[in-house]
């Protein structure tokens, strides 16, 4: 269950985490400071954690990894996943003075994000099916894909990335109108976030109450029917996939303007948006760390990780790993023989969004490089607070020029 505790419950939970957050970040723990989500620089707190080792301890209780090879190791190991181990019969109960853990305030079940690799492999075959092997080009009819209709000046998140991502995804869900579909995956957008990171109680219960507004919409059947997975696809979609697609469109573009000579070579050749996006990933990623728990005792970098350990692999630390990529943290569109990006793991959630988020994202960043070559920022981009995963940009205010 999402939750189910009253705001008396709920609330003084989040305040106590979040408070053991700030004090583990006290003596400059890299890991403990990037939960935070503040002001510290997110790559310099990484390139910090990679001078640790392939492995390191964190006062914020997890072994943490920013190093490449020993990242993509935990990522693709099977006994290392996003389901938070179950206690054994006859545990202990957690003591009354104990931290509590993020997924015992706020288990996140409900939405699919603490499934096993089996079913996320099984959701990702879903996924597949359900956007089709047209998808990119339905995308491209819709009207949404027209940021030249919003006039001269609009915020490409809120008028245009997000919109367009919800209606892609009511699309593929048949849904006439959209309306209700990008409201609710709106509100749901600190998801990600709350499995490292509190919330404020108000953002805990607009989560909690979106998530259960989208499970009444998709109206998925009971979860022990076969048929559940295409449900648990649905609500993954629009719970998390919305706002990865549309944050992903955003960083992408912003990634751009930042850099006039690369802009101008995807305004040029609007085929490059396919590489803008995929350096996007790499470079700036819409997820930027993945909290895992080690579901049997293994060895990590020469470590023996017990059972039940937390580890959280910082992928856009790793993906900046010199060791791995050539001047890694150059923009480059030309980036041909450096290893996969390993934001999208097939067998875990991000796997299952990829084949929606990608395409949308591509599609965006094509349109308004075709119909806004003159974009240019208005403002500076406002992310939003306590979003270590995500980072996610809340508004990106834009003006066309010419």
């Known amino acids: 269950m999402i939750s189910t505790k009253t705001d008396?419950?709920?609330?003084?939970?989040?305040?106590?985490l979040r408070g053991m957050q700030w004090i583990y970040g006290i003596k400059g723990d890299p890991y403990a400071l990037l939960l935070r989500a503040e002001s510290d620089d997110p790559h310099e707190l990484g390139r910090r954690a990679r001078d640790h080792g392939a492995l390191m301890w964190s006062t914020a209780e997890s072994w943490v990894t920013a190093r490449y090879s020993t990242a993509a190791a935990v990522l693709n190991d099977p006994r290392f996943g996003v389901g938070y181990p179950k206690p054994a019969n006859g545990a202990a109960e957690a003591a009354a003075w104990q931290v509590p853990a993020m997924h015992d305030i706020l288990p996140l079940d409900d939405v699919y994000l603490a499934a096993d690799r089996e079913v996320y492999r099984r959701l990702r075959e879903v996924t597949v099916a359900a956007v089709g092997t047209d998808f990119a080009a339905r995308i491209a009819e819709r009207r949404e894909t027209e940021p030249d209709r919003l006039g001269t000046a609009f915020d490409l998140m809120t008028d245009f990335a997000h919109p367009l991502a919800a209606g892609a995804l009511a699309g593929v869900l048949g849904m006439a109108d959209a309306s209700r579909l990008a409201a609710l995956c709106a509100a749901t957008a600190p998801a990600l976030d709350a499995t490292v990171c509190p919330p404020r109680l108000a953002t805990a219960r607009e989560l909690i109450t979106a998530a259960r507004g989208l499970r009444s919409l998709l109206a998925g059947p009971a979860p022990e029917d076969v048929a559940a997975d295409g449900f648990a696809a649905r609500m993954l979609l629009a719970v998390v996939g919305v706002h990865l697609a549309a944050n992903l469109t955003t960083r992408t573009v912003s990634?751009?303007?930042?850099?006039?000579?690369?802009?101008?070579a995807v305004r040029e050749d609007p085929d490059l948006s396919a590489a803008a996006v995929r350096e996007t990933v790499r470079h700036t990623p819409p997820v930027r760390l993945q909290k895992l728990f080690a579901h049997e005792d293994a060895e990590l970098a020469g470590t023996l990780v017990?059972?039940?350990a937390e580890v959280t692999v910082l992928v856009e630390a790793a993906q900046r790993d010199p060791d791995a990529f050539t001047d890694p943290d150059r923009f480059d569109l030309?980036?041909?023989d450096a290893p996969e990006p390993l934001v999208f793991t097939d067998d875990l959630y991000t796997g299952v969004?990829?084949?929606?988020?990608?395409?949308?994202a591509t599609a965006a960043v094509t349109a308004v490089a075709t119909r806004c070559p003159g974009l240019r920022r208005a403002e500076p981009e406002l992310r939003r607070l306590r979003a270590p995963v995500t980072g996610g940009v809340l508004f990106l205010p834009v003006t066309t020029v010419g």
Request: glycine content about 6%; overall charge negative.
């Open 334 to 336: 030309s980036r041909t």
């Open 353 to 360: 969004l990829e084949p929606f988020a990608v395409p949308v």
């Open 306 to 308: 017990p059972a039940g």
């Open 8 to 16: 008396s419950e709920l609330g003084p939970e989040l305040m106590t």
């Open 255 to 264: 990634a751009l303007l930042d850099r006039p000579d690369v802009w101008a």
